[in-house]
């Protein structure tokens, strides 16, 4: 969406990466409207970037929403996987919001990504420990 445009578009600015904004509008109860506001997915490896997800029914929807435009793949990458209930069960193979290539998630919450199942599955959990211990250095020294 816009304002996650302005957080995380500077980020990938000097990588020559083609930046694809959606954005999202609220229907009836819990139904979202998700549509491409800038950019073309048509052919692209995409990775959605996000810093949390729930229930991700957002994230499905812009999920599909590329896939329908023509995106050769599409990712994310969610920095806390919070994942209520193991709604992760549906984003993987066979689930009904199972619409991602692979789902990169962090281990800040380690009691939900210990659950996540590595293998023939689409998660891979990112381990936070090195950067951690490495800032901890870096800052006490």
Do not use: Y
């Not at 023939?120 to 950067?131: A, P, Q």
């Amino acid at each position: 969406d816009d304002g996650a445009a302005k957080r995380f578009s500077a980020m990938f600015q000097d990588m020559g990466l083609e930046i694809i904004v959606c954005g999202k509008t609220r229907g009836e109860g819990d139904q979202r409207n998700v549509v491409i506001q800038d950019g073309d997915a048509n052919g692209r490896h995409i990775v959605i970037v996000d810093d949390l997800v729930q229930t991700g029914g957002t994230l499905f929807e812009t999920g599909k929403v590329l896939k329908e435009a023509g995106a050769g793949s599409v990712n994310a990458f969610v920095s806390h996987a919070v994942f209520p209930g193991d709604s992760w069960k549906r984003f993987n193979k066979g689930g009904d919001r199972a619409c991602f290539d692979k789902f990169w998630v962090t281990n800040s919450i380690p009691t939900v990504t210990d659950k996540l199942p590595l293998k023939d599955g689409i998660f891979e959990v990112l381990d936070l420990m090195d950067l951690i211990i490495n800032d901890l250095d870096h800052f006490s020294s």
